[in-house]
């Protein structure tokens, strides 16, 4: 049951490309600014550099896992055809949400690959392969979270206002 729940997420990522569309547009432009804020930095060595190096970090990764809240109105609106199938017996609940967290490593790991190669660029900060495995494990544990939450609630308003407060 993982295996074809796996393949028909992926076929709505397909026939919906918007989803990762937008996320990718998102997360670019939020990149671009933050690399902009922050430009030129790994060529600097002082005391304020390396408060600057943590504050990167930190807003990086806080702003791209709040924004894993995007995956909730996708979520929300299968949540009926979810519920008809798990009501008829074809697969677990836990099924779903494991099948949901193993197609979303692909999307997860362009969106933190994408990120790194902005934020690395502008700021020419050392040790790129330390960053893209912060940021997708980041992303990972945010999106689960999401995926989670988006099975509890009956809204993805609601949805969007218990991430954001367990965040």
Not at 41 to 57: E, K, P, V, W, Y
Not at 80 to 91: A, C, F, Q, T, W
């Amino acid at each position: 049951a993982t295996v074809e729940l796996t393949k028909r997420y992926f076929k709505n990522l397909f026939f919906n490309p918007g989803i990762l569309g937008t996320r990718i547009a998102m997360y670019t432009m939020l990149a671009l600014m933050v690399g902009a804020l922050f430009y030129d930095l790994g060529n600097r060595h002082d005391f304020a550099s390396i408060q600057s190096r943590t504050a990167i970090l930190f807003y990086c990764v806080a702003f791209f896992i709040f924004m894993s809240i995007a995956v909730l109105p996708f979520t929300v609106m299968e949540r009926s055809i979810v519920d008809k199938e798990v009501r008829n017996s074809y697969y677990h609940p836990a099924v779903y949400q494991v099948a949901q967290g193993i197609a979303s490593i692909p999307g997860t790991a362009i969106l933190a690959l994408l990120v790194t190669l902005v934020i690395i660029g502008l700021t020419k900060l050392k040790d790129p392969l330390w960053y893209f495995v912060t940021m997708f494990l980041s992303l990972i544990c945010g999106e689960a979270l999401a995926q989670l939450v988006s099975h509890v609630v009956p809204h993805f308003v609601i949805g969007m206002a218990v991430v954001a407060g367990l965040y």
